[in-house]
Nanobody, 124 residues
Framework: QVQLVESGGGLVQAGGSLRLSCAAS????????MGWFRQAPGKEREIVAA????????YYRDFAKGRFTISRDNAKSTVYLQMNSLKPEDTAVYYC?????????????????WGQGTQVTVSS
């Protein structure tokens, strides 16, 4: 399995931006789809965005459309989540996830490797 380490979280004011990074090691990062999930206090973990193995296909939850952008650099074994126009309701722990198959996926069970998460807090 690939090992994943997220970074880039922090405290930001509403309307601000953050760029999350997820560095992968081991496994075969460049051949599998990737995803970003988040979990807010008291809520279930939910998909934010996903990307196919080569970056040609992406998926966004409705709340992320137009504000967030997922991308990947296979040469650096890294996936990114650019988050703009952040809102207090975006406050959550954000997790990076990897899957063995190459296509898009949005369910937790489709992913086999998970990072430890990075906290994003958006103040009003």
């Amino acid at each position: 399995q690939v090992q994943l380490v997220e970074s880039g979280g922090g405290l930001v004011q509403a309307g601000g931006s953050l760029r999350l990074s997820c560095a992968a090691s081991g496994g075969t990062f460049g051949s599998g789809g990737m995803g970003w999930f988040r979990q807010a206090p008291g809520k279930e973990r939910e998909i934010v965005a996903a990307i196919s193995w080569n970056g040609d296909s992406t998926y966004y939850r409705d709340f992320a459309k137009g504000r967030f952008t997922i991308s990947r650099d296979n040469a650096k074994s890294t996936v990114y989540l650019q988050m703009n126009s952040l809102k207090p309701e975006d406050t959550a722990v954000y997790y990076c996830a990897a899957r063995v198959l190459s296509g898009l996926a949005a369910r937790e069970n489709d992913f086999t490797s998970w990072g430890q998460g990075t906290q994003v807090t958006v103040s009003s």
